[in-house]
C-alpha cells in the first residue's frame, strides 16, 4: 500500500469517526450540543483536523444526513419486500418509515429538519437522497392510480407520512392511533 493510500485510509477512517460521533451525540443530546469544539474533544483530534473534513457543523448534519438517507433507502425496500401485495407493500413501508423517524429522531432531523446544505429535488441531488425518494416511489408507483404520475403519488404520501412522523414525535398525536393513522393512509390513498 502506498503513502498515498493509506493517508486516504485514514482519512476516510477519521471522516466516519466525526459522522459517527456527530450522530452519536445528536442523538443523546440533540443537535444543539453538535459544536466543533465537542466533537473535536469526543473524537480526540484538534478542531483543525476536524475542518480539514468538514467546514462547519452544516457539512456535519449532512453527512449525517446522506447516511440516514442510505438507512432508510434500505429500512423501506426490506420491509416492502417482505410484504405481499401491493396494499401491503405500501403499509409495510409506511410503517418502516415511521419506525426509522422513531428509532432515529436526530437523523431524520438532519434529513428533513435541518439545513445540512443539501439540495433536494434538483438535478445536483445528492445520489443516497435520490435513492431513498427511488425507494419509496418503487413500491408506491404500484398504487398511484391511473393517469397519476407516480413521482407526484409519491411525494404526496411521503407528506403524508413525514407530517404523521413530525406530529407523533411532538405529542400532537395519540400514540394509541399510530398504526390505524396509517391504515387510514393506506386505505385512502392507494388504489390498488
Do not use: C
Request: a negative charge; charged letters at 30%; zero cysteines.
Amino acid at each position: 500500500m502506498s503513502v498515498h493510500e493509506r493517508k486516504a485510509r485514514e482519512r476516510a477512517v477519521r471522516e466516519r469517526l466525526i459522522v459517527a460521533t456527530a450522530r452519536e451525540l445528536a442523538e443523546q443530546q440533540g443537535w444543539d450540543a453538535v459544536t466543533t469544539r465537542r466533537l473535536a474533544e469526543r473524537i480526540e483530534y484538534s478542531q483543525p483536523v476536524l475542518y480539514s473534513h468538514f467546514r462547519g457543523k452544516r457539512e456535519i448534519i449532512g453527512a449525517v444526513a446522506l447516511e440516514g438517507a442510505a438507512e432508510m433507502a434500505v429500512a423501506v425496500r426490506a420491509a416492502a419486500a417482505a410484504a405481499d401485495g401491493p396494499r401491503e407493500r405500501v403499509t409495510a413501508l409506511a410503517r418502516a418509515y415511521l419506525d426509522f423517524a422513531e428509532r432515529n429522531p436526530a437523523v431524520y432531523d438532519a434529513l428533513f429538519q435541518l439545513d445540512g446544505g443539501l439540495a433536494y429535488a434538483r438535478e445536483d441531488t445528492p445520489e443516497p437522497l435520490k435513492d431513498a425518494f427511488a425507494a419509496l416511489m418503487e413500491t408506491l408507483g404500484e398504487v398511484a392510480g391511473d393517469g397519476v404520475p407516480a413521482g407526484l403519488f409519491t411525494e404526496v404520501f411521503w407528506a403524508s407520512l413525514h407530517g404523521l412522523a413530525t406530529l407523533t414525535r411532538t405529542g400532537r398525536l395519540l400514540p394509541q392511533d399510530a398504526a390505524r393513522r396509517v391504515e387510514l393512509l393506506v386505505d385512502r390513498l392507494a388504489v390498488a
